[in-house]
């Protein structure tokens, strides 16, 4: 998929509707990092930020919406997907959500959307335009958005000295061969955050998660001020003292007074 097809498909589905957001959350790749798709944003003032890579929970709700929604293609069999996305799409905006207390369509319009075969009739009493919609802004500024919800508990342990470390180990979470070894590195830290690290890898700056990390205890420099160290003796520095050891070995005595001499050359 080409950066103009995603430029085209944010333009027409998004800004044309809702106006340019504030901020913009994507991951890295190459569509994203292109120098239209920079164009578009700063065009429109938008301030795009990059999720870590092989790191899905930094942008969780799409990752969780994406899982839901392709559950729900599967379930329609061998029918064409591109077919049955606009009902699903449907389904989804007029779905109850428990956690808003309200629709996906009644969020963005203030109302829910009819859909095939409903029960009930709507109401034959309209109300006076104006009327509604100063009521609709007085309700909507009284309104607060819900706490995100999360749902599940993934404790990850994380070492006190990312905190201070100068390098670190990268974990390789893409597909390995069965002798690689899980981290690379060292690489230097460049900058760091709570959550994230900034660290040079092939003279590139990365942005990683602190999940994918661990920290390299590098040793440093030896002082240059330290004492030469001292030279191995020469072979006949060697021969000097081995024949001083056998000049300086003392007599064996034995028991019966008798003095043994041994050869030297078995000593």
């Known amino acids: 998929m080409s950066a103009t097809t995603i430029a085209t498909a944010f333009y027409s589905g998004w800004i044309s509707r809702f ?31 990059r999720t870590t890579s092989y790191h899905p929970a930094a942008n969780g709700q799409v990752e969780r919406f994406h899982r839901q929604l392709k559950a729900a293609i599967m379930a329609h069999g061998k029918v064409q997907w591109s077919s049955a996305l606009l009902t699903i799409l449907l389904g989804f905006r007029a779905t109850w959500k428990e956690d808003l207390e309200a629709t996906t369509a009644e969020m963005v319009y203030g109302d829910s959307v009819r859909l095939p075969g409903e029960f009930l009739s709507p109401t034959t009493d309209s109300p006076d335009p104006s009327t509604f919609v100063g009521k609709l802004k007085e309700v909507m500024q009284r309104l607060l958005p819900p706490k995100t919800q999360h749902h599940g508990q993934h404790s990850v342990f994380v070492s006190k000295d990312l905190s201070s470390c100068s390098h670190v180990f990268l974990r390789t979470d893409a597909l390995r061969k069965g002798l690689q070894p899980p981290y690379e590195g060292p690489f230097q830290v460049l900058g760091r955050n709570e959550k994230i690290l900034k660290i040079n890898k092939n003279a590139k700056e990365l942005t990683v998660n602190i999940d994918r990390v661990k920290p390299a205890y590098v040793l440093r420099d030896c002082d ?25 070995r003392p007599e064996t005595v034995t028991r019966s007074g008798r003095r043994v001499h041994f050869n030297p050359r078995y000593a």
């Open 19 to 49: 106006g340019p957001p504030i901020r913009l959350t994507t991951d890295q790749g190459t569509q994203f990092e292109s120098v239209l798709f920079q164009a578009l944003t700063k065009f429109l003032g938008t301030a795009r930020q």
């Open 224 to 248: 240059s001020t330290r004492l030469p160290a001292s030279e191995p003796p020469t072979p006949q520095e060697n021969l000097q003292e081995d024949r001083t050891a056998r000049t300086s």
